[in-house]
């Protein structure tokens, strides 16, 4: 009597959501919550529920019981985010007419080690990695909104490999430094995604030191973050220098003014990786670049280097970032190479899996619900089945599937 | 040719006790038709030609006098097998055999069977088919009686399993299916066998499709095969020897006719069977 | 093959008189057909009739008149052979009082018309169907205009749409002025002097 | 009358062959054409038309008009049947007499000279290299040799003996006469359930053809005994269609059936591969499949939970959807994804061909686990089939195995 209310309340969730939103508290402590999905009773408290949301929208509060929920994310964090998340999944929130994430393990470990931090530590470093598509970009995201929501300084590169490729690209000798080499575009381009990404919590920050970038043209010591940003806007010359400038002033503030820097790399191997394709950045002789001569690599590999205190380094690698014969494989050795490795080693690795049956099931139920799957035997269990088998339960996959069935 | 006919009347006037014991043995109690009634009769047998052939007949076989005696004796019948009480004009009126097709699809052959045209669609004369049918199922009756084979031919195919198992239960032949050409004039081939007719073919419908008429009916004719057929007002009565106008769409006339045909059939059978006639 | 191959010459029967005659079948090997042919030769022929005559009725004109006048009154049952359409009572009715010649036949129609309409069958002419059509399609207009504008006056507002689409599919097509006008020139009344 | 002809070629036999030989040895594929007839049976084989030919019209009168009509017919076969066995009764005593030569010739006893015997001596003495074994010299009873002849197909009196002689095809005919009767008697009864609301007992009674088909038009034509084209074929299995497809159509079961043949189901059974129970009562299946110049090894376990392990690796194995896809097809059909685990052993071939090749693996190791329905399922879905098709090779003169090189006229 009682497995039959609960199926039905279970049925009713699934189809509309206002209830679900009340009912979904007292549905996730109940066992065996839905049974159409169950074949034999020992596996029943195994099988996933139709319930595939949470009305939880802070991230700092997801817990292990939130695995395989779909999360709103606000507007105004999407804000935020927007600039950092992969446009195609962007894409596919507007489609759906809402941002929505997935709340999923290695989010939750990285929070969890992120909690437990002792800052006054050099700045420890954690490595995501997983096969393609298997959700690492999204975990990052996951722990960037936590740490916007705590108020953290976020420093993010959201592909590192747009700095090393991009035969079109203006490359100009470094006005710092004669044998490196400035990406004015990609500069400005990432201080605007600064700026960006933190909104109002840079009021405060001055430099401590004097920037002579010309004979005429200086920033006197005590010159706030948003000028040096401004002035890296309207003089591209000087972007590349504007960021290690800023960067160098979070490394030396970050203790003194207790503030938490997040530093976010997606894709790390590609600042230690060269690039060989044909589109690698070559300078004015037509040699190609190592990624160690570009500026902004060289600025942003100080920010892995453990020297530092009061900040977090996150980094995921991505066989995108290697050449072609270097994929064979997606562990952090083997993409990061020898030197790669050895700059960032000590590192926690944490490994992004592909979905559990739940989270599938979870993904597969809100492509229903948002009308993403409409094909009627999509929408049945042989279907849900199939889809799962087809594209081996990997997120990026599914989505693949379900955008094309 | 007359002979034999000659033959019997020879018979029946110099030995009337013979023709007698004949009519009383096969329960003949209707008249002997008087020979003057037909006027045909009279002009044909005329005594010298008569005369001449009589001279060339061999004298038959006893055996077989007395076979075409009761033959012969049985045509002098004007109904042996009592057609005249299977269908009345009523009967008729209700299996709808008037009915005709549009007038723009009239035969010119068919134009003095048509009573007149209603609302664009010929009307069969009724009471020209009822003699027509009548004098038809008598012959049927004759032919078979006398042990002739009938087929049974029509292209309806609403009532093809129909007339397939009418001929079958009458133990006679039926031929409903696509007329291959040849199945008479070609048949030694066709068969393998040296050629086997029918003695009569009854068309229900003497069309093979709207435009055609029924090939069987040209074979017929050509190897002097008595046709009886139902010939609706679109059909041509000319190459029919014994032609029935009415309508030959229709289930309901269809099956009239078949009822009539069976019965006919199967009295001429039981006759045959009860004069001993082999 | 015995037997000629021109068989639209001569009747089988000629054909194979004229093969014993010659000798070329023996009187023996005659088919058995042949005494039956001989017997009951098949009836000549009549000659063809040039002119088939159109079958037409007294009753076919009363008719005509009838649906010159009056629309069409509706469907009958007809797998019931007890009940009679009205046409059919109308000319039953015409020809009765015509044959007891009470009435002149110029009052004959009018007559019938009225001892129908006492027996309460209802009749409509053309013109009247037309008139109801006419307000009809206002009444419909009306309704239309009322709705675009929200409102529906009471009296349509519970509108049965069954109903309102039985009428209109029952409404024929009137009848165009000439065919009437053609029609009306034929006088009934004439057929019945011819002696039947 | 028409003057007979012969219909059968008998006399052209005698013709053709060496009269009078001592060796009764026909070249048998001169023959060949006679062979040809299936319809034909010999005479005194069928009761019906030994008897029919032996009682010979001695005691006949003179013959009436009828009586001579028919006798025309049917003298004219009883003579061609005499002739026959005249004839055959003749090349008996040749064979005879050549079977006791040949005993000679070969030293042996010609009392106990068997067949098998002659068929050795003619191989030694006349040795031949022809290929189509038809084609070489044989010494056979002349019964096997000659072609039969055919039974009369009307008695005595002259009548067919079949109500649709007229038809030429009177078996076919009547076999489709047959059917449609049937079918009426089946609208009949629908009709009276119709009437009396008995909907519900229609349902099941229609009948499953599956896993069998129409017989050919050879195999009809045989069964038939009567030249049946093409057409005619086509318009019978039309009407069978019909007969089948209607609700009632279990209850003609058996004549169904009747034309009707099945299609290879003991091969499935050999097929199933042997179930080894591990410890713990899991069941475990293997069986092989092959694809181009793919071969795998697939092992099926069963319960499981839907892993699926190729080479070591899980279905990242294969990269594209599409190989993933055929791999699913068969846990599919048997409704088995997710119910058990698979464990791979492939090699050679690219992509296309192992997936093929795994494919039909698994299709025949899930045999072991499911249900004769769902096996024959399997096999109409084709998964059991392997698929015959191989690389094609290069051809001299050509680009490939059918692409031409360029050519140009000048």
Redesign the interface.
């Known amino acids: 009597m009682a497995a039959s209310i609960r199926q039905k309340l279970s049925s009713v969730a699934s189809r509309t959501n206002s209830l679900l939103r009340k009912s979904v508290t007292s549905i996730e402590h109940t066992p065996c919550v839905c049974s159409c999905y169950s074949t034999a009773a020992k596996r029943l408290e195994q099988e996933p529920r139709t319930a595939f949301r949470t009305n939880e929208t802070d991230p700092r509060k997801h817990t292990i019981d939130h695995v395989g929920l779909y999360y709103s994310v606000p507007d105004e964090e999407m804000a935020v985010l927007k600039t950092g998340v992969h446009p195609w999944h962007l894409r596919m929130m507007k489609s759906f007419n809402e941002s929505c994430m997935m709340v999923r393990k290695p989010a939750l470990e990285l929070k969890g080690y992120l909690d437990k931090l002792n800052l006054k530590h050099p700045v420890p470093r954690f490595l995501l990695y997983g096969r393609r598509g298997s959700g690492k970009t999204m975990t990052m995201q996951h722990t960037i909104q936590c740490c916007h929501k705590n108020g953290w300084i976020i420093v993010h590169v959201p592909w590192a490999g747009q700095w090393v490729r991009g035969w079109y690209k203006e490359v100009a000798v470094s006005t710092y430094k004669p044998d490196r080499y400035d990406l004015p575009a990609d500069s400005a381009e990432w201080l605007n995604h600064f700026r960006a990404q933190n909104q109002g919590k840079l009021t405060g920050l001055k430099t401590t030191s004097e920037y002579i970038w010309t004979k005429r043209e200086k920033a006197e010591a005590g010159t706030s973050f948003d000028e040096i940003i401004n002035f890296g806007l309207s003089r591209l010359k000087f972007s590349s220098d504007c960021v290690g400038v800023l960067l160098k002033e979070l490394r030396e503030q970050a203790e003194l003014k207790g503030l938490k820097v997040l530093v976010a790399v997606d894709s790390v191997n590609a600042f230690y990786v060269q690039w060989n394709q044909l589109n690698a950045l070559k300078n004015i002789e037509k040699k190609k670049l190592q990624p160690g001569e570009i500026s902004l690599v060289h600025n942003f590999k100080k920010m892995l280097n453990p020297d530092w205190t009061h900040g977090v380094a996150i980094c995921a690698v991505s066989e995108e970032a290697n050449d072609e014969d270097r994929r064979e494989n997606f562990t952090p050795v083997y993409l990061l190479g020898q030197e790669g490795f050895e700059a960032l080693d000590p590192f926690v690795p944490i490994f992004v899996p592909e979905y559990t049956e739940k989270e599938a099931l979870s993904n597969i139920n809100y492509f229903i619900d948002r009308n993403w799957i409409q094909n009627a035997h999509g929408k049945t269990d042989e279907g849900k089945k199939e889809l799962m088998f087809v594209s081996n339960r990997n997120p990026f996959n599914l989505a693949k599937i379900c955008a094309q069935s | 040719m007359a002979a034999s006919i000659g033959k019997v009347l020879l018979r029946a006037n110099s030995v009337p006790a013979n023709l007698s014991i004949l009519c009383r043995e096969h329960q003949l109690t209707c008249s002997v038709r008087s020979l003057s009634t037909s006027q045909r009769w009279t002009s044909r047998i005329s005594p010298a030609w008569f005369q001449q052939e009589s001279v060339q007949v061999p004298t038959p076989h006893p055996a077989t006098d007395t076979r075409e005696a009761t033959l012969n004796a049985t045509l002098q019948h004007e109904d042996y097998f009592g057609v005249k009480d299977l269908a009345t004009l009523r009967d008729l009126f209700n299996a709808r055999v008037h009915l005709g097709h549009n007038s723009g699809l009239r035969h010119p052959s068919m134009s003095p069977y048509i009573f007149g045209a209603r609302q664009g669609c010929d009307i069969i004369d009724l009471e020209q088919t009822l003699p027509l049918l009548q004098q038809a199922l008598n012959v049927t009756g004759h032919i078979v009686y006398r042990g002739g084979m009938v087929l049974f031919l029509s292209r309806q195919m609403q009532v093809l399993p129909w007339v397939e198992r009418l001929a079958r239960e009458l133990g006679e032949y039926s031929h409903c299916r696509p007329w291959q050409r040849g199945t008479f004039t070609n048949s030694s081939s066709l068969f393998g066998t040296l050629p086997i007719y029918p003695e009569l073919c009854i068309f229900l419908g003497t069309q093979d499709t709207v435009f055609e008429t029924h090939r069987g009916v040209t074979e017929a004719s050509k190897l002097l095969i008595p046709t009886v057929g139902i010939v609706d007002t679109n059909c041509d009565v000319d190459p029919i020897t014994y032609p029935v106008p009415g309508n030959d769409d229709s289930p309901v006339a269809l099956h009239f006719y078949m009822h009539l045909f069976r019965s006919v059939i199967l009295k001429a059978k039981e006759k045959r069977k009860a004069d001993g006639v082999k | 093959?015995?037997?000629s191959?021109r068989?639209?010459l001569g009747?089988?029967?000629s054909?194979?008189?004229g093969l014993?005659?010659s000798g070329a079948i023996k009187?023996?090997?005659?088919?058995?057909?042949?005494?039956?042919?001989?017997?009951?030769?098949?009836?000549p022929?009549?000659?063809?009739?040039?002119n088939?005559?159109?079958?037409l009725y007294p009753e076919d004109f009363v008719r005509v008149h009838f649906y010159n006048t009056y629309t069409d009154p509706g469907a009958t049952k007809l797998a019931d052979g007890k009940i009679k359409s009205v046409q059919q009572r109308f000319v039953d009715q015409y020809l009765e009082l015509h044959e007891k010649k009470s009435v002149p036949t110029e009052h004959l129609f009018e007559e019938t018309v009225r001892i129908l309409k006492e027996g309460g069958v209802k009749l409509i002419t053309h013109e009247e169907r037309r008139d109801a059509q006419k307000s009809q399609v206002k009444d419909r207009e009306y309704q239309r205009e009322s709705r675009n504008k929200g409102t529906l006056p009471d009296k349509l507002q519970p509108e049965d749409p069954f109903t309102a689409n039985t009428t209109v599919i029952s409404s024929r097509p009137v009848k165009t002025q000439a065919t009437e006008s053609e029609s009306s020139t034929v006088n009934i009344d004439s057929l019945f002097q011819d002696p039947r | 009358m028409m003057a007979g002809i012969s219909p059968w070629t008998v006399k052209a036999v005698f013709n053709g062959t060496i009269p009078s030989r001592r060796l009764f040895i026909v070249f048998a594929n001169k023959h060949n054409l006679d062979f040809g007839t299936n319809n034909v049976a010999r005479l005194s084989s069928t009761p019906d038309g030994n008897d029919r030919l032996h009682t010979a019209p001695k005691t006949q009168n003179k013959p009436t008009a009828k009586a001579v009509t028919i006798s025309k017919a049917m003298r004219a076969y009883m003579e061609q049947a005499k002739a026959y066995d005249d004839k055959m009764k003749a090349e008996v005593a040749d064979f005879e007499i050549g079977k006791r030569h040949l005993a000679n010739i070969m030293g042996e006893d010609p009392d106990s000279f068997t067949q098998a015997d002659v068929d050795r001596a003619i191989e030694y003495l006349l040795p031949s290299g022809l290929y189509d074994k038809k084609a070489r010299p044989v010494m056979k009873d002349p019964y096997e040799i000659f072609p039969k002849k055919k039974a009369a197909q009307f008695g005595l009196d002259g009548r067919p003996y079949h109500w649709m002689y007229f038809t030429i095809l009177p078996n076919y005919y009547s076999t489709l006469y047959e059917i449609t009767w049937k079918l009426e008697a089946l609208k009949d009864s629908e009709d009276q359930m119709r009437a009396e609301n008995r909907l519900d007992e229609m349902e099941g009674q229609s009948f499953n053809t599956a896993s069998s088909e129409w017989i050919s038009l050879q195999a009809l034509k045989t069964r038939m005994v009567e030249n049946i084209k093409e057409k005619e074929y086509n318009h019978f299995v039309t009407l069978m269609e019909r007969l089948v497809s209607h609700p009632l159509s279990g209850r003609e079961q058996n004549f169904i059936m009747e034309w009707r043949v099945s299609l290879q189901a003991e091969e499935l059974e050999s097929a199933v591969p042997e179930v080894e129970v591990e410890e713990g009562g899991r069941m475990c299946a293997t069986a092989t499949g092959t694809r181009k110049s793919s071969n795998a090894i697939v092992k099926v376990y069963k319960p499981g939970s839907g892993n699926f392990i190729i080479n070591g690796k899980d279905l990242t194995y294969f990269p594209q959807n599409l190989y993933r896809e055929t791999l699913l097809l068969p846990l599919m059909v048997s409704d088995l994804l997710g119910k058990v685990d698979t464990e791979v052993d492939v090699e050679l071939g690219g992509p296309t061909g192992q997936a093929g090749a795994i494919r039909l693996g698994l299709s025949r190791a899930l045999l072991a686990f499911v249900e004769d329905d769902v096996k024959e399922k399997m096999r109409l879905s084709g998964l059991l089939t392997k698929d015959p098709r191989k690389r094609e090779r290069k051809k001299p003169g050509q680009q490939g195995a059918r692409r031409k090189f360029t050519w140009k006229k000048r």
């Open positions: 093959m015995a037997g191959r068989d639209k009747s089988i029967f054909r194979l008189t014993l005659r009187e023996e090997d005659r088919p058995i057909w042949y005494d039956v042919v001989k017997a009951f030769p098949p009836r022929k009549p000659p063809p009739k040039q088939i005559p159109n079958i």
